[in-house]
Structure formats: C-alpha cells, structure tokens
C-alpha cells in the first residue's frame, strides 16, 4: 500500500493530488475534473462482512448516520466525524420485480431499483448528503447548484438542514411544478434563468469562481462519491452476485461516471468478481453522449437539448470525459430512445403500481430496445435504476386516464356500466 492518505482528491487528468478539505471540483493545474481515491484498510469478504453487518442493524436504529444507505459504505465515500454528516438519512431504496415491465422489456426478468424512495424523492440526495458533509468540512458560507429540479429540491432540503444559505438556477418555464415547490419550501433561493440547462450550469461555475460559493452540482467530486451507493446497495441487495446490466438514463452524466468508479472500484477492492455492463440511455433531443459513442466518443458533442423528460434535457453534459472512462471499463453501451418510447415505458411501471418521473423511464425504454436490437439476451440479469418518484412531474403523467368532474350519481352510473362489461 503507498504511503498516500487513506482517501484523498486527485486529478485523473494529471495526477495532481489534493486532501479532502478542498473546495475544488477541477484541477487547479490542467482544469479536469477531480476524483476522490480511496485505499480501504479492508478488501474483499471482510469488507462485504463491515457493509452486510452495518445493514443488519442499520434499521433497529433511529441514529441518521448509522441508518443511511450511503454512510455504510463510508470507506468507500468519505471519513467524517459523525457530528459533521449531514443525513436524513438516505439511501436504503427497495429493488422490486414486476412481470409486465419484464414483459415489456422481452426479458424473462426484470428488476426495478427505486432511487424515487430517497427523502426528497429522488437519488441526488445519496450525493447531496456527502456534498453538505463536506460543505461543513471546509467551512463552506453557501452553496449554490445549477438544476432541472431534482438536484436543487435536495440541495434545498439538505443545506437548511446543514443551516447553510443555498442558492439555485433553474431554466426559467423548465422545471416541473413538484420539484420547484420542493425547492423553493425547504428554503433555496431559487432564482429562475432565462436560458436552458446548460446556461444556468455556466452561471453556477462563474458564481463559485468568482464569489467563493461552493458549488454542489455532479462536477463535485463528493457528489459523485455519494451517488456511487446506489450500485453499492444494489450488489449487497443481490447478495454481492453481479447482474449482467445496470441500465439507467442519462443527462449531466454524473450519474453515469458515478455507476462507473463505484462498480471499478467493488471489483478492484474484491466485493464483487465480474463487472456488470453499464447501459445509459439518452433522450432522443438530448443525446449528444449517444451520439458520440455511435461515433466510439471520436469527439466530444454538444447539442441544443429538447425532450419532454425535462431531468435530462440537457445539451453539453459536464462529466462528459469521466463518463467515457465509465462506459470503457464496464463494456457498456449508450442508447438514445424517443420520448414516445419514454412516456410508453413509463406508462407501464405506472400501472405495475411502481411509477416514476418521465426521466427515470428512460432506463426501461433502453432495456427494451437493447433486447430487441439482441444486444441483450432475454435471459440476462437486469436492472432498471429508476431515479425519480412518479409524484416529481406531476404534469408528467397527463397522459393517464382521468374523467372530467362527475357527480356521484353519474360516477356511480359509470361504474355500473365499466363493471357490467366486464
Ligand atoms: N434522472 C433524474 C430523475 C434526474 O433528475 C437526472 C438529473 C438524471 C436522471 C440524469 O442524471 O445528470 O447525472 O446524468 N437531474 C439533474 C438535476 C440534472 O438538476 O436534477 P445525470
């Protein structure tokens, strides 16, 4: 083992090493975007033995941190004092089996993992958790995102938990009605921009550089650290057996890299002894990263994004290089489907009586099409991450059936004839 701190921020560019009380999310050498390195103490059975034990109490307690489904796997995310976490806690979302999505897919099975079952509804709070955590560390006098709506609900609800002033932008007419009173009730400043997704990301960057407000979107690598639990807790929900895909969708491609470094990272520390295929999938409007790959990522791509699935309407997507590095090392593969093809999914887990937000549907719109082309076989082990909770967008789902008002006569009347046909 080196004589390097047991965790600590490098530069995956340049190799530029940093400790863990900095501010940064680039490299103050060559600009790449830093990464958190761990060197656990422990590997393998008694590493999965720390993580399984941790779980089998974690529910017999009301303490956050001993609770939370990021916080388990601390060695892997970030040693803080448990005084200094900022848990609600988190993380501890179930993983669920419904024939119809299977059906719907071509798979003999399925299985849904619901990132919609965190605090706020979706799974930036895994990485949101680690961001305040370590806001506190260093000091940090506000902090500031740039969001489609779920990332800034969850700054919003962990920085008023942290007492620290929170600052968001949001695309002006963007962002769905659920998540903006989220954001705006848990207390952010929630100034709307008038440009898109992509503008108000470049605004969050100038405001940290220029103003010393620390920024929380997935460009910081703690976020990233935070977000990696979700494949962890799904290996130790599958027993530590290794399915053959994890699909999920697509927009900054914080997620994505995140999925990468943590199932890199269970190989290399022995949870787990085959790499599952990471499969990404894009909006068919905003898919520069399906784009790029159908061309072996020869060149980066940026486009003016549109889709109805408004989390991941985004053009120029930020961890772009490391989400590259993510698809390499799992054999994966990025598709782009049309919102026709989101919305039917969605329409779908809706009715298996799991739903999702459009966005989240993406991952089982991809599935399906991945069978279908024989990329993957109906036999093979998959999981659909499912990143939001259907109640997010609630305009979402204008789709489902609903009547206009009747009075209880005429519903009565109604329901007499529905059943009568049978
Ligand atoms: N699914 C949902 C529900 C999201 O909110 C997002 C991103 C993604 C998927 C894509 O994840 O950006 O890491 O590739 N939402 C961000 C936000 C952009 O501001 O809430 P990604």
């Known amino acids: 083992m080196s004589d390097l701190p047991a965790t600590r921020v490098r530069c995956p560019d340049c190799g530029t090493v940093l400790d863990t009380s900095t501010a940064e999310s680039a490299c103050p050498k060559c600009g790449g975007l830093l990464a958190v390195e761990h060197e656990p103490a422990l590997r393998g059975a008694a590493l999965r033995a720390l993580f399984d034990e941790r779980a089998a109490t974690a529910a017999l307690t009301t303490n956050a941190v001993a609770r939370s489904g990021v916080w388990r796997y601390r060695e892997l995310v970030l040693t803080a004092d448990d005084d200094t976490i900022v848990s609600h806690p988190e993380g501890n979302t179930p993983v669920v089996a419904r024939d119809a999505a299977a059906a719907y897919a071509g798979l003999d099975g399925l299985l849904l ?26 000091g940090a006098r506000a902090v500031a995102c740039a969001s489609t709506g779920n990332t800034s609900a969850s700054l919003s609800a962990y920085a008023s938990q942290a007492g620290i002033p929170s600052f968001v932008f949001v695309p002006e007419g963007r962002v769905s009605a659920g998540k903006l009173a989220q954001t705006v009730a848990y207390g952010a ?16 960057r100038d405001a940290s550089d220029t103003l010393g407000v620390y920024l929380v979107n997935s460009v910081n690598p703690f976020r990233i650290e935070g977000q990696k639990t979700i494949v ?33 990272e269970a190989h290399a520390f022995g949870l787990i002894d085959r790499v599952p295929r990471l499969l990404a999938v894009q909006a068919a409007g905003a898919a520069p990263f399906a784009q790029a790959y159908a061309d072996h990522f020869a060149q980066r791509i940026s486009v003016r994004a549109e889709t109805r699935a408004t989390a991941i309407r985004i053009g120029d997507p930020a961890s772009w290089d490391r989400a590259v590095r993510a698809i390499a090392a799992t054999n994966g593969v990025v598709e782009s489907v049309t919102d026709d093809e989101i919305f039917a999914a969605k329409a779908v887990i809706d009715r298996c009586g799991v739903g999702c937000e459009p966005a989240s549907a993406a991952s089982v719109a991809g599935v399906r099409a991945l069978v279908a ?28 059936e609903s009547t206009p008002p009747l009075t209880p006569d005429e519903a009565l009347a109604l329901l007499r004839e529905v059943i009568d046909q049978g």
């Open 189 to 204: 400043r929630t100034l709307q921009i008038k440009g898109d997704f992509d503008d108000c990301l470049r605004l969050a």
């Open 232 to 264: 962890f807790e799904l290996l130790q929900q599958l027993g530590w057996q290794s399915p053959d895909w994890i699909a999920l969708p697509a927009g900054n491609l914080g997620n994505t890299s995140a999925f990468g470094k943590a199932l890199s």
């Open 373 to 400: 082309r024989g990329v993957i076989r109906r036999e093979e082990r998959v999981v659909a991450v499912l990143t939001g909770h259907l109640l997010k967008d609630p305009g979402g789902n204008a789709s489902h």
């Open 113 to 138: 993992k619901h990132e919609g079952h965190n605090p706020t509804g979706s799974f930036k709070d895994r990485g949101m958790t680690v961001a305040l955590t370590q806001a506190r560390r260093i």
